[in-house]
Nanobody, 126 residues
Framework: QVQLVESGGGLVQAGGSLRLSCAASGRTSDNYAMGWFRQAPGKEREFVAAIRYRGAVSYYANSVKGRFTISGDNAKNMVYLQMNSLKPEDTADYYC???????????????????WGRGTQVTVSS
């Protein structure tokens, strides 16, 4: 089992920045990748970014590419999401997720992640 706790959400004006953190505990050595997803009111959960632990390959949704950066600190069992140039459409609950399975392709689908945090709210005002 892996436990995940997100932090760092809040209210920010458009154009501003936030840094989300995700603390992982438990059987973290089994994790192959960590990801961030988001869900806006009335919408489905969508992929934001992910990073493989081995090789440190990262993936981004087109909507955040160039503005968001995912990074990890394996020694501290932490994953971060640096969000710059925030837009009102980035407003959502952001969830950290961990995958304990190997996939040869990308890690962009919710079904690939059996472990989820409870989320942190991000609100971007115009």
């Amino acid at each position: 089992q892996v436990q995940l706790v997100e932090s760092g959400g809040g209210l920010v004006q458009a154009g501003g920045s936030l840094r989300l953190s995700c603390a992982a505990s438990g059987r973290t050595s089994d994790n192959y990748a960590m990801g961030w997803f988001r869900q806006a009111p009335g919408k489905e959960r969508e992929f934001v970014a992910a990073i493989r632990y081995r090789g440190a390959v990262s993936y981004y949704a087109n909507s955040v590419k160039g503005r968001f950066t995912i990074s990890g600190d394996n020694a501290k069992n932490m994953v971060y999401l640096q969000m710059n140039s925030l837009k009102p459409e980035d407003t959502a609950d952001y969830y950290c997720a961990a995958s304990s399975s190997y996939y040869s392709g990308t890690y962009i689908y919710p079904y690939q992640y059996p472990y989820w945090g409870r989320g942190t709210q991000v609100t971007v005002s115009s």
